[in-house]
Structures are given as structure tokens and as C-alpha cells.
């Protein structure tokens, strides 16, 4: 999705677009345990097709149990400095971003070598979330989910600057769901 780029004055900091993780770390921590009792699955559990939300996205092909984790988010790991040179001007005017804040320090760009996550699309009422341990970023499922429906977390979407209603109206979600908060930017 592109956007006509505006002009900005050039004191005014450029920022990228992240999802952000905002799960608390005892969550994550809890869930650890469970988590390496996961079996790997020997046939793939997800396919990236044409979404009818927006461009690309994941799709289960076998049912996934709730709670199961599904797939991490993969990419090129940087700072968010790195991350800020990299796109901090690209992103102005498009509401379209391919990174990931997994930590304060961290950034998972899955822009150029990114795996299949990177095509999971937003939705209001997910059927899954994203949660980070040691700096890694995994998609978990928080309902079950069958086959051949769409894998969708809460973007969550994070500005550094303030998100007005402007803001929102120009990263607008077109999920569909009964309670749209029609906008990709979540709680900063
Ligand atoms: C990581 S990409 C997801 C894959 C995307 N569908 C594609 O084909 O590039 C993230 C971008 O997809 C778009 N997107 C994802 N979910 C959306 C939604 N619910 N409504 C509108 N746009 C969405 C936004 O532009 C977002 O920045
Ligand atoms: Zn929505």
C-alpha cells in the first residue's frame, strides 16, 4: 500500500512504524513451559496466500489447537537507530511496515530477508498473538483456529509520534471485524 509522501520540515525526526510486543514478561515467561513441550510439525501448518484484508497473508492449512505456537517472526536483526535510518523516511506517509519492535533494544526487519510471518495481517479481534522471549518474537494461537482461515495478531502499530486522530485515520484497519477500532495504531 503506498501513500503520497508529504513534505515534512527537516527538523522534524522521521519515524519508522513497528509492531510493538506490549505483553508483560511474566506472560511470557509463564508460557515458556508450555512452549518447549511443542512438538515441531513435520508438514507446514501455515501457506501465505491472497488476503481478502489486505495484499498477502498466513493461512492455516491443518487445524492449530489454541495455545499452540505457531511460527516465529523472522528477519534481519538490528537498532531501533538502524532501523530509524533505514526507514524513518520511507515510512512517512505509508501506514505499510515489515518490522517488528521485539525489544527496547531490538528490531526484527523482515523487509528483505524475512520469513512467512512477515505476511500475517492485523486484526481487531485476533486469533493470535505475538509473544517474545529472549529477544525472539513468536505468533501463538490464542484461539483454535481451522483450516484455511487467516492467521491475524493485534499490530498493536507504535508512532514515536502522538497518535492523533489524523494519525489514525492514515493507517486505517480494514479487518472487518464486529468491533473495528479502524485503525492499525494501538496503546503506546
Ligand atoms: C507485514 S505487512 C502484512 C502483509 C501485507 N498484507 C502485505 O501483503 O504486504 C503489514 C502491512 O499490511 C497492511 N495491513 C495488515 N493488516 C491490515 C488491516 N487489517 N487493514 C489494513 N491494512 C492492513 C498494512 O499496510 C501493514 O503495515
Ligand atoms: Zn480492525
Same mark, same amino acid.
Given at each position: 500500500? !503506498?501513500? +503520497?509522501k ?12 513497528? *509492531? ?7 506472560k511470557?515467561v509463564?508460557r ?7 512438538? +515441531? ?6 501457506a501465505?496466500?491472497n ?7 498466513? *493461512? ?5 489447537t ?9 528477519? /534481519?536483526?538490528m ?5 530509524? #535510518?533505514?526507514y524513518g523516511?520511507?515510512h ?7 518490522? *517488528?519492535?521485539? !525489544?527496547? /533494544?531490538?528490531?526484527?526487519?523482515? !523487509?528483505? #530477508? ?11 479481534a485476533?486469533?493470535c /498473538? !505475538?509473544n517474545e522471549e529472549?529477544?525472539?518474537?513468536f505468533?501463538?494461537?490464542i #484461539? ?11 499490530y498493536?502499530?507504535?508512532?514515536? /509520534? ?16 464486529? +468491533? ?9
Amino acid at each position: 500500500m !503506498t501513500q +503520497k509522501k508529504k513534505t515534512r520540515s527537516s527538523t522534524r525526526k522521521k519515524s519508522k512504524k513497528t *509492531f510493538k510486543n506490549n505483553k508483560l514478561k511474566t506472560k511470557a515467561v509463564a508460557r515458556k513451559k508450555a512452549v518447549r513441550k511443542t512438538v +515441531k510439525p513435520k508438514t507446514p501448518r501455515v501457506a501465505v496466500r491472497n488476503s481478502p484484508i489486505h495484499g498477502r497473508g498466513v *493461512f492455516a492449512v491443518t487445524a492449530i489447537t489454541r495455545g499452540a505456537r505457531i511460527i516465529e517472526y523472522t528477519g /534481519e536483526r538490528m537498532s531501533h537507530v538502524e532501523a530509524d #535510518r533505514r526507514y524513518g523516511e520511507l515510512h512517512d506517509g505509508s501506514s505499510h511496515t515489515m518490522l *517488528f519492535a521485539a !525489544t527496547d /533494544e531490538v528490531v526484527i526487519d523482515a !523487509t528483505k #530477508r524475512g520469513g512467512p510471518a512477515r505476511w500475517i495481517n492485523h486484526s481487531c479481534a485476533p486469533n493470535c /498473538e !505475538t509473544n517474545e522471549e529472549e529477544g525472539r518474537v513468536f505468533i501463538d494461537a490464542i #484461539r483454535a483456529i481451522r483450516p484455511g482461515q487467516e492467521l491475524l495478531y493485534d499490530y498493536n502499530l507504535v508512532l514515536e /509520534e502522538r497518535h492523533t486522530a489524523k494519525q489514525k485515520r492514515e493507517h486505517p484497519c480494514h479487518c472487518g471485524a464486529r +468491533k473495528c477500532r479502524h485503525t492499525l495504531l494501538g496503546n503506546k
